[in-house]
């Protein structure tokens, strides 16, 4: 089998994780194999806050995408986001070594040079420097020097920073699992990556990615990103304002996302919801104009701190293209109509699809996977991750080893084999309670699998390790609690 060149990425947002795995495809566009979202705790503000609660969430998605693909993954590119992410300016010049023939490359590399012995504060590390226009003799912008007639060649970068130990306390998440760090991206401009199209870039669009914690922003101009911001809150704080309404916190995240809206405007004023409670007779009716009052009041504040932000950007006004709204909270009713009311301009919400193959994109249709499938094309584009062929675990060795046993129909199907594996009885008057036993169909199955010659201990990690199961029945609780309100009408 064809050895893939997959990048992996790690998203570890403030309440959930998104662990996805792809590689570049013939046409050059990425597609992505695998992608597993895990709800995490221990993160505030998207910081790690307790990194056993971080290690074992990530350790879940891992595993679960591990077993997918039948990789063991040692290497990953991560993001990162949060108010300790931010960026400056730094204008610098170099005299070009010959006017009678114009600038020359090696002028621009010689101010990239003075650009990269630029320091950073003692407790922040420098991740990205963008150029954001070069000047010739002070007075003429141009997008590329090169060819320029003039003395001196100037230009302002543009420094995105971050704190230190929010990359020293992901970094040690991921080693704990056997993982190496190749690279860490700012989460604003890895989703800008994967939703934003070449005529937003060159026209001018703010890209707002809302999560739980965190809102980053992004603002591009002339296919150049100007200004990026971390706006500590998101739709957690939205969710505190819900169960205000005595509202259990299991049900929040449902009613919100099944009925809420954040446009008060928009929602029924005769309509209720009935939201159980510990018993009957604690269930409670909410008016749904009121849910999408409270709603509307926490949002508003949200886009409100977006439009400062665009202001502080200096781009106010420029942006053709408006606004593009991303993240796991953007799938909220009516959010892209509130941003219209609040900053006047033009809104969408977009998927991840820019770069990203046509099969692939079904596989990644939802907000909340722009961060993991920005880290994956900027990872993809400085190369690949190494990996193992198969997990290092002894079910999946067990799993692997089975196709290799070609001599298995010569050995006799019933008598040893089928008794190898069953522990001594001391009578056989135990054979009537295993009788008994018979019907359970899962008990069956496991005999028939003993008496094929296959090993029985190879199921016992998989069970241990199917944490998708248990996540899978926590929702199904909560759907059941709203699915016996399915008389909203009351």
Known sequence: MERKNYT?????????????????????????????????????????????????????????VQEQLGIRITEAYAGISGDFVRCARHTDHVFVYDPQNGVNRKDVDALFDRMRNVQAPDDETIMER???NYMVDDSQEVRNPVGSFGKKLSSTFNFILCLRTPIQRLEMALKRL?????????????????????????????????????????????????????????????????????????????????????????????????????????????LLRNLATVIEARATDI????????????????????????????????????????????????????????????????????????????????????????????????AAAEPRRPFAPVQP???????????PRPHQEEAPAAAAAEPAPEEETAGQRERSGERPASEAPRRKRDWGSIFQKTFDKINKSFSAAEDEEI
């Open 178 to 286: 056997g993982i190496k760090m190749l690279g860490v991206v700012p989460g604003a401009l890895a989703s800008s990556e994967a939703v934003l199209l070449p005529d937003e870039k060159e026209e001018g669009a703010a890209v707002v990615d809302i999560g739980a914690g965190v809102t980053d922003v992004a603002v591009y101009y002339r296919n150049v990103v100007r200004y990026i911001a971390s706006i500590p809150m998101g739709a957690s704080a939205i969710n505190r304002d819900i169960r205000t309404m005595s509202v259990p916190e299991k049900h929040v995240e449902s009613l919100k996302q099944k009925y809420g809206s954040a446009v008060a405007e928009l929602a029924s004023d005769e309509k209720l919801i009935r939201v159980n409670g510990r018993t009957a007779r604690e269930a409670k009716d909410i």
């Open 413 to 423: 199907p019933q008598p040893a084999p089928g008794f190898r594996h069953v522990p």
């Open 303 to 398: 886009a409100e701190f977006v439009l400062q932000e665009i202001r502080d950007s200096g781009y106010d006004g420029k942006l053709a293209y408006g606004i593009v709204l991303t993240g796991g909270s953007a799938r909220l009713k009516d959010l892209d109509e509130l941003f219209r009311r609040v900053t006047k301009m033009d809104v969408r919400v977009a998927l991840p699809e820019a770069g990203i193959s046509e099969e692939s994109q079904a596989r990644i249709a939802d907000p909340a996977f722009s961060t993991a499938a920005g880290i994956l094309l900027r990872g993809a584009e400085q190369g690949g991750c190494a990996f193992a062929e198969r997990p290092q675990s002894p079910a999946d060795a067990s």
């Open 130 to 132: 963008v150029p954001q």
């Open 8 to 64: 992996v990425a790690v998203d570890l947002g403030s309440s959930s994780v998104v662990v996805a795995v792809g590689s570049k495809g013939a046409e050059g566009t990425l597609d992505v194999a695998c992608v597993v979202s895990k709800p995490v705790e221990g993160v505030h503000a998207g910081k790690i806050e307790n990194i056993e609660l971080v290690s074992r969430a990530i350790r879940e998605a891992v595993e679960e």
